[in-house]
């Protein structure tokens, strides 16, 4: 069933920046705890406590019945990977996707980091897929239509041989996590929904290393690749004001920590 697109007023806008914007602190706040050793249950049970002290609710704890704050998905895994009591490894690659409810409104977005030493051939991954929810950014314009996004997206990374996942969408975005419209990672120019003034979207490039093929293990939750290789996820969350994209979330912080993090080291 197709969800409805429901337009936000600039105060609500407002709203759903502040709820964006917790998530990204969040993101910033576990830099400093992401090591070799470190689990992703630990992040877990930080991140709750963060976002609980700020006023606000974890978005995805209880919806669908989640059971928990984070989504941390580790190397194959796609999205949806459920927190584990596995120590994370030098190497590793973590996407950790978070959501908060502030206000009556969500926030949700996503970020991949590297774990100590990580191979070049992941690195770019992560830049290309970084890259590529940039330049589907840059089509959220009015006048534009959700398949300019996704055409964006599949271009750029399928120029450097990566696999775009098919089943596993952007969305809207505000009083519910999901909204309409869904905005695919892979598209034609010209097609699907009008890009209005007053949408809001959650953007979620998921970027193999190899075949854009996945499959979800036993738990019900977990997407992996169907190879095995590594995968990447890196969500923003957007609404369009005066006919283009306006970031409500931020990689900013979370960039600056990661760069001091790597001077430390």
């Known amino acids: 069933m197709m969800k409805q697109v429901i337009y936000k007023t600039l105060e609500e806008i407002e709203l759903m920046r502040e709820s964006a914007l917790l998530v990204s602190k969040t993101l910033e706040m576990l830099v400093g705890e992401l090591a070799p050793g470190v689990t992703p249950m630990y992040l877990d049970k930080l991140a ?3 976002i609980r002290d700020h006023q606000a609710k974890p978005g995805f704890k209880g919806l669908y019945g989640c059971p928990s704050t984070l ?8 999205v949806h ?14 996407a950790i996707d978070c959501g ?3 206000n009556d409104f969500y926030g949700d977005h996503a970020y991949t980091f590297g774990i100590g030493e990580v191979a070049p051939e992941l690195t770019k991954l992560l830049q290309i897929t970084k890259e590529s929810l940039y ?10 239509r959700i398949g300019d996004i996704g055409h964006a997206i599949q271009k750029h990374a399928e120029n450097h041989g990566y696999g775009v996942v098919r089943e596993m969408t952007g969305h809207g975005l505000g009083r519910s996590l999901h909204e309409g419209p869904n905005v695919p990672n892979y598209g034609r120019p010209g097609r699907g929904k009008k890009i209005k003034n007053g949408m809001t979207i959650a953007i979620e490039p998921m970027i193999n290393l190899g075949t854009h093929k996945i499959k979800t293990l036993r738990d019900g939750w977990t997407v992996v690749t169907q190879d095995g290789l590594g995968s990447a996820h890196f969500e923003h969350d957007i609404a369009i004001v005066n006919g283009k994209a306006e970031l409500l979330s931020s990689f ?7 760069q001091a993090q790597q001077a430390v080291s």
Do not use: W, Y
């Not at 989504?71 to 796609?78: C, G, I, Y």
């Not at 330049?135 to 006048?143: F, T």
């Not at 900013?252 to 990661?258: L, Q, S, W």
């Open 81 to 94: 990977g459920l927190p584990t009591d596995r120590p994370l490894e030098n190497g590793d690659i973590i």
């Open 100 to 102: 908060v409810l502030k």
């Open 135 to 144: 330049l589907g950014i840059e089509q959220a314009v009015v006048g534009n």
């Open 48 to 50: 709750e406590e963060f």
């Open 252 to 258: 900013e912080g979370i960039e600056k920590a990661i």
């Open 71 to 78: 989504l941390t998905s580790v190397n194959e895994q796609v």
